[in-house]
T-cell receptor
């Protein structure tokens, strides 16, 4: 079974804290993604990576950074958490190419207080 | 970024009814995917469409890739209580130069509630 694992299901952090969200995939996929999910807005792409140490901004990168030091791991970093970053965060991975599906982790619900 | 407009935003139906939802875009997509998200879980792929005009079924689900490549629909027949969840369309577009890194754009989601 393919697997994308996010390190936490629920997180509560204080405003101004540095927050790390970790994601690991066991499928040797080249591409990994971080989305945030908010009611009525669907999934919006924050950052993606198409190779180790390579990253590209998505549609809403402000306030976030990412790290991909190893192929299987993609980390999302909130340098200084703010209340408007309270959301559900979803990690996904996908094999390179067009006829491939994206596999998602179970999500991390982050609350910033 | 690219925009996908998904409708309806929510649906409340009786068990046994058929359901239809759709996505439209101002841009051409070369792949359309439909995902379902159960409460507390990540989205899971239901159906993938790769050719304009393609009509694909998966059990009670049927989806079509629009001829213009700017739209897609998903139908669910004879709904059952376990169909509840959020349904998302997603599309992939070629970047300039004909490359893509597997980036998917998602619709806003359709929340489906099925009453027994």
């Amino acid at each position: 079974d393919v697997k994308v694992t996010q390190s936490s299901r629920y997180l509560v952090k204080r405003t101004g804290e540095k927050v790390f969200l970790e994601c690991v995939q066991d499928m040797d996929h080249e591409n990994m993604f971080w989305y945030r999910q908010d009611p009525g807005l669907g999934l919006r792409l924050i950052y993606f990576s198409y190779d180790v140490k390579m990253k590209e901004k998505g549609d809403i990168p402000e306030g976030y950074s990412v790290s991909r030091e190893k192929k299987e791991r993609f980390s999302l970093i909130l340098e200084s958490a703010s209340t408007n970053q309270t959301s559900m965060y979803l990690c996904a991975s996908r094999e390179q190419g067009f006829h491939t599906e994206a596999f998602f982790g179970q999500g991390t619900r982050l609350t910033v207080v | 970024g690219q925009q996908l407009n998904q409708s309806p935003q929510s649906m409340f139906i009786q068990e046994g009814e058929d359901v239809s939802m759709n996505c439209t875009s101002s841009s051409i997509f070369n792949t359309w995917l439909w995902y379902k998200q159960d409460p507390g879980e990540g989205p899971v792929l239901l159906i993938a469409l790769y050719k304009a005009g393609e009509l694909t079924s998966n059990g009670r689900l049927t989806a079509q890739f629009g001829i213009t490549r700017k739209d897609s629909f998903l139908n669910i027949s004879a709904s059952i209580p376990s169909d509840v969840g959020i349904y998302f369309c997603a599309g992939q577009i070629l970047n300039a130069g004909g490359t893509s890194y597997g980036k998917l754009t998602f619709g806003q989601g359709t929340i489906l509630t099925v009453h027994p």
